[in-house]
């Protein structure tokens, strides 16, 4: 298997498990387990009703920050980071 | 000061800096024109995103909505922000690379056809005029409420706003005024909702103030309070669903695939300067967004609280002036049915006499609670900003799609950088005067043809994009064949249950029980099977495309 080969697969294993949390959190808790989760409560909060209207978009955002974290070093890794010298689209250097 | 001057110097105030924004930010090139130049920093893309994609629907209707729908209004909550996880993951890396301005020019390139780029033009322009017909809409309403003027003049002056800095500054110009666009948004939703917080419960934070306890020497639980409330007057409890819950996942998902796949979305990741920066960019748009829809189900259930507070049971005669003042604009009516001068507002038809509309929930509530008349002031500023951004942002998709992407692209392959950029101009002109016919004469059909932009973009766009992407083997064949049967599926249900037979559109009468609003999930499915079905009997796409494919797939080689 090529290098490129092993950064695809590193990248798919990423997506997979970052898109089932992802369906967890909002599919999950916030619809398809609603009711079962609103026996729970912390505060005037219902767990299912907390996670339909906050916890699932606090979540996808943290998803979002684990995901650059995991793909820069990814990068890195595989020296397929971009440097500086990357072109800008319309085939113009960058600047700064 | 009162609450119209106060109004009309914020607004004014924020026009200025817009302009003045553009004028010093504007295009020079069509690169710039189209992306601005590619060279916007992360965060801000973030910001300019965030202010791109939260239209007045978001600001103003949003909070309302949940007010009204409770549990079953956590659909656009989640909807529209899980949306940008798909996006981030799955689309906008990859497109950055590409690198092309649009994305019928991947569309185009990545399936070698014409045809295809074609069928993306037309859903992009599609897409884009309906949501910017509602957003000129909501800038006329605005300014009538506040400013005293005729919706068709407040229609005028935002097309002459939205022209000045869309048409000069392009891509490049908009981008600076979306960031402070974004800055007053946020200040205008927040400012009213930390004192509301503080006011009902205590807390300075609105997402935990609508989980403690009221501060009214009660003890109770706000949410406790408010489903007391709802009970009693037979309406279904706040924190419980009436929707089911396959109808609940359908709609969520159509919203989540239909945002991640909206081409004005989209086109913000082309101008940020590298891979790794259009990843963080999508998680800066998410965390901008998020402040704003963390925030509203807080707004909403605040208002519905006060709402029921001030309102039920309470004698006519002895309502506040906020109640007099909407009133006037037909948007709250009070019919006394049982002539005790009391107002019953219960769930039950025949005895209910108040009809209010969602949409003035954000507006009216800084009256409601009562705050100073510079909030009221913001608020309006703040939904301006809101309508006039997203506006923005798609005037540049029409200008785009037809002077690159019909112009350039198709019809006169010949023609120079700087008539082309000329004719994207003249397009985003003419498109200003199309949305402003539509703000001045609102086709009655607005509301109902958002779930069509979404169904849309969900069934044709997004697995067009993620096939291209993820799987090497597809060609030209399948993914048309995939875009027209996802997009002719979706278009006709919908086109059936809103327009031509609007009486069936009931669960009774729905397909599996789904509704025309997550309909688009159903025609993404069927996009992408037909799509994978149709390419393993045709022609592998030529080499030079599975090069395409091999190289997008990594930021660097």
Known sequence: ?96 | MTVQSWTLVLVALSFALYIGLAVLARAGSTGEFYVAGGRVPSALNGMATAADWMSAASFISMAGLISFMGRDGSVYLMGWTGGYVLLALLLAPYLRKFGKYTVPDFVGDRYYSGFARIVAVVCALFVSFTYVAGQMRGVGIAFSRFLGVGVDTGVFVGMAIVFSYAVLGGMKGITYTQVTQYCVMICAYLVPAIFISLLMTGSIVPQLGFGSTLDDGSGAYLLDKLDGLSRELGFSLYTGGTKSVLDVFFITAALMVGTAGLPHVIVRFYTVPRVSAARSSAGWALFFIALLYTTAPAVAAFARTNLLTTVSNAPYAKVPAWFKNWEKTKLIRFDDKNGDGMIQYVADPARNELSIDPDIMVLANPEIAALPNWVVGLVVAGGLAAALSTAAGLLLVISTSVAHDLLKKSLRPQISEKSELMAARVAAGAAVLVAGYFGVNPPGFVAQVVAFAFGLAASSFFPAILLGIFSRRMNREGAVTGMIVGLAFTASYIVYFKFLRPDLNDAEHWLFGVSPEGIGTLGMLLNFATAISVARFTPAPPAGIRELVESIRVPRA
């Open chain 1, 1 to 96: 298997m090529s290098r490129r080969e092993q950064y695809w697969r590193r990248n798919l294993s990423y997506l997979i498990a970052l898109l089932a949390a992802w369906f967890l959190v909002s599919f999950g808790c916030g619809i398809l387990f609603v009711d079962a989760l609103d026996r729970i409560r912390f505060g005037g909060f219902k767990l299912g009703f907390w996670f339909a209207q906050q916890g699932s978009i606090v979540a996808f955002v943290l998803l979002i920050v684990v995901y650059v974290r995991l793909m820069n070093r990814l990068d890195r890794r595989f020296d397929v980071h971009e440097t500086d010298a990357a072109p800008a689209p319309g085939g113009e250097e960058r600047t700064s």
